[in-house]
Each structure stands twice: as structure tokens, then as C-alpha cells.
């Protein structure tokens, strides 16, 4: 039978449509990309003068692992000016925009990186959010990845995205207000709820006794997994070491098994952190891009994900 399934504390339905699709193979897409020839590629060793000047970089002496550098091309930039309230509101759309390339070789991709690799990463992205803050008109940092053509990805390096905003995205406010009122109704967060829900349950893909990674009930995509931290943290720069190892095992075996399933399909994630003095539990959203919307979900925000999230999550536990 069909459900209507709404968020577990946001008002967000979708409609788990079970009879169309329970197979992996209705999703899987062509077999792993080969690394595209674009000419010389700036994200490359040996061409670091062709990014703008490095802000970090994780390696020794002048080879590199991961490396940071602002965006060529930002989509926020650190150019100030008043708000203009009216019926067209704006303001300078400031911030910083930095990308993070994860790996020196070209054509690896992200899923086919080492736990440690990985764990170096979310260091950086740790470090970059906490530097990125220090600038009191910055509101939020949001860390992202594109990967593939239906993920958004315009270079084919393997590479994330980081933008500080100088407003709260209306998503983020909104997890904020739902999460403040259940635990105002019920004296509990509403992630940590989800925690002890989901981790002994038909959804649940890995855990340990740090993170936990499962398929989230009201799924938005085929094969959709969120990794949370088990101890409630209000951001990736809190984690203790052994927690963001954990967390770099979990991301690294969720890639791992959807590209053994879909043979290397596309996929968002996002980081999901805390505004300042708010207290919203931290987590990841893994999104892969193996479905389109359509007009029932363009016109009424109500998403039809055909790959029910019980299957899903028994999909990645297989491995199949």
C-alpha cells in the first residue's frame, strides 16, 4: 500500500509509492565515469597557481592530500552593503565561497578514497567552518558536494563546497524552530529521538558506538541515507577524533555500497550544523540524484520517492 509519510518533526510529506519500484536496477545509471578530458585541470598537482592563493592544505613538504582555496568564481563575496526592505527586498549577497579538493588524482572520486583520506577531509571542513565563523556578520556555513552530471558537479575533480552566508537559510530556521518546539512538547531532541528510533529498526544501515547511518523515514530520494552523531553535537567541529573517525567509516561504506549498487551513480550531500546559540543536532543528508521531479512535486513540494526506505536500507546492508 501506498503512504502519504510526513517528516519526523518538519512539515514535509512525501509519498512512499512502494508498487512502482523496488529494484536497484530501475535506478542504476551508467557504469563508474571516466574522468572527463577538459584540458589542463586546476585542480591538479603541479597547477596550484592557477586556483586563487591556498588557504590551507593537508601534506608535506610540496605535495598535498587535500587542499582549500577560495572559489574563482563565488557565489557570496566579502562586499558589504544595507539591507533594503521594501516589496523587492535585498542586500549584498556577502560571505565566502571556498572549494576543498579531496583527493590529488584526478578521475578518483570521493567513494574511492581511503577512511583516513576521508577523515582528513571532514578535518578540513571542520577547520574551515570554525575559521569561517570567527567573522561575527557570518550566520551560517554550509558545506556541500556535487558529484556527478544530475548532482550539479561542473568539474570533474573530486572536490567540495563550502559558502558562509551572512543569513540562516530558511531550511536550517526551519529545522531549528520544529526541533525547539518538540523538545518544548516533549522534553527531548527530536534527532536523538531518531537515534534511538532507528537504530535497532528495518531502517537502520550501519552504526557503531559513535554514528549511525540509515535511511530516513519520509525518504525524498531513492536510496537517501542521513548520518548522525549517537551523542548529541552541535557540530562537526565538536567531534572528539574517534567520533570523525567513525564518521568517516560510515560516509566512506554508504558511497562504497550505493556504487556497488548503481555502479557510481550521482549524488548530494550536505552538512546539516547548528547556528549560533541554537542547539540543532548535527548531521549529514547523503542524496543520491537517481530520480527527476516532476510536476506534482514541483507544484506542491510533495515529493513521490518510488524506492521505499526499508528497502533501501536492506539494499545497503546487502550490499545488493
Known sequence: MNELRKDYFLDRWVIIAENR??????????????????????????NEGMTPPEICRIGKNDSWTVRCFPNKFPATTPESGRLEEN?????????????????????????????????????????????????????YVMVFKNEGTEGGASIGHS??????????????????????KYIKENGKCPF???VKKEVKGERRIFSDKNFIAFAPFASRFPFEVWIMPKRHARSIELLKDAELHSFAEMLKNVISRLNSILNYPSYNFYLHISPENEDLHFHLEFCPRVSKLGGFELGSDIVINIMPPEVAAKHYRDGI
Open 21 to 46: 519500484s523496488n529494484r536497484p536496477q530501475d535506478f542504476a545509471e551508467e557504469k563508474k565515469p571516466k574522468a572527463k578530458k577538459e584540458g589542463k585541470c586546476y585542480f591538479c598537482p603541479g
Open 87 to 139: 516589496f523587492l527586498t535585498k542586500q549584498p549577497a556577502y560571505g565566502r565561497h571556498e572549494v576543498v579538493v579531496e583527493t590529488p588524482t584526478h578521475g578518483e572520486s570521493f567513494g574511492d578514497l581511503g577512511v583516513g583520506q576521508i577523515k582528513d577531509v571532514l578535518y578540513v571542513y571542520s577547520e574551515r567552518i570554525k575559521d569561517l565563523k570567527k567573522d561575527k556578520r557570518i550566520r
Open 159 to 180: 572536490h567540495t563546497q563550502i559558502i558562509a552566508l551572512s543569513m540562516i537559510p530558511t531550511l536550517i530556521r526551519n529545522e531549528v524552530n520544529a526541533s525547539k
Open 192 to 194: 536523538c529521538e531518531m
